[in-house]
């Protein structure tokens, strides 16, 4: 874990917070437009996607976002309204929020959910067949709220939400990878910081290697969905670039999306994202982000024991 340098402000931090979790929104959204297309699809019919539009399969309105932002912001007000990370309270939040009708959830997410409801066991059993990337597209929160902790106990704040629908060593080691990179971004870390910790979960789980064939027309499979992450990422100078990359790619293009925009928004910060994206995101969704980016961080190790940081 990089530590927080001493030019590197709890403002810097705070805006970068930001970045992240409007990244996170924003991917989504741009994403969810060419969602399970292919890449020759989305070549036919826009050439290059570049813009917040809607429609696509689930009809959005311009500017609406999917189950990926929703349940993030769901486990953040979990997290808020408990005052740390529960399994059961982020077990209620998420049951709320499929009371609601969102417009998209995954088959895994709804399973694991039901199970909760009628078990009240906030976990599912180790499965090989949840490897899908449900856990890894919430995990924003977990990143803002935990830093600043030593790794093991990030890792333990993470398995309290992905287990409660995602139990899964593949899952889990893609989503811990993906957290840690966040962090790294939050606190000053550059593209070659987050290269590393990729590179250290490739060389645990070969699966993951991003240096082969392009990834395009990734599944929800967390494996196909960090691959087509890292190569956008890696490959690019910048969010905007590494964005549009990554949902032209088709597929599960929301989450890529949505996973590239959080890690991405943390490394650049939020003055790089383009103003028409900004602009064109669902203004209460907007702004839920931007606060809970705040409230968040004012909850993590690394703020409490720096009394004098304003967030």
């Known amino acids: 874990m990089l530590f927080l340098a001493e030019t590197f402000t709890a403002d810097l931090v705070k805006l970068r917070a930001i970045g992240a979790y409007l990244g996170l929104a924003i991917g ?19 050439r290059e996607h570049r813009d917040i539009i809607g429609g696509g399969w689930l009809r959005l309105r ?141 060389k645990i789980h070969p699966e993951f290697a991003y240096d082969r064939k392009r990834c395009e027309n990734p599944s929800a499979y967390i494996v196909d969905t960090l691959r087509a992450v890292f190569q956008a990422l890696f490959a690019t100078d910048g969010l905007e670039a590494a964005l549009i990359d990554c949902v032209n790619r088709g597929g599960d293009s929301d989450t890529t999306g949505a996973i590239l925009g959080m890690i991405a928004g943390a490394l650049y910060g939020p003055t790089v994202l383009p103003a028409r994206w900004v602009r064109r995101l669902d203004h209460n969704i907007r702004r839920q982000c931007m606060l809970q980016a705040r409230e968040l961080l004012r909850l993590s190790p690394l703020y409490r024991a720096k009394p004098n940081h304003h967030t």
């Open 28 to 46: 989504d959204a741009l994403g969810a437009t060419v969602e399970f297309m292919t890449p020759n699809e989305i070549r036919t019919q826009y």
């Open 62 to 202: 311009k500017g609406q976002v999917t189950d990926d932002t929703g349940m993030s912001l769901a486990l953040g007000e979990s997290i808020l309204s408990h005052g740390g990370i529960s399994a059961h309270a982020a077990a209620d939040a998420f049951s709320d929020w499929m009371r609601t009708k969102p417009v998209d959830i995954g088959h895994t997410v709804r399973r694991g959910i039901s199970s909760y409801r009628r078990t009240g066991q906030p976990y599912v059993p180790e499965s090989e067949f949840d490897a899908g990337n449900g856990a890894c597209m919430r995990c924003l929160p977990i990143a803002l709220a935990s830093l600043g902790a030593d790794s093991a106990n990030v890792e333990a704040a993470n398995l309290l939400q992905a287990h409660i629908t995602h139990n899964n060593p593949i899952s889990d080691a893609g989503t811990f990878c993906t957290i840690r990179m966040v962090q790294a971004g939050l606190l000053g870390g550059s593209k070659k910081d987050l290269k590393q910790l990729a590179d250290a979960l490739v």
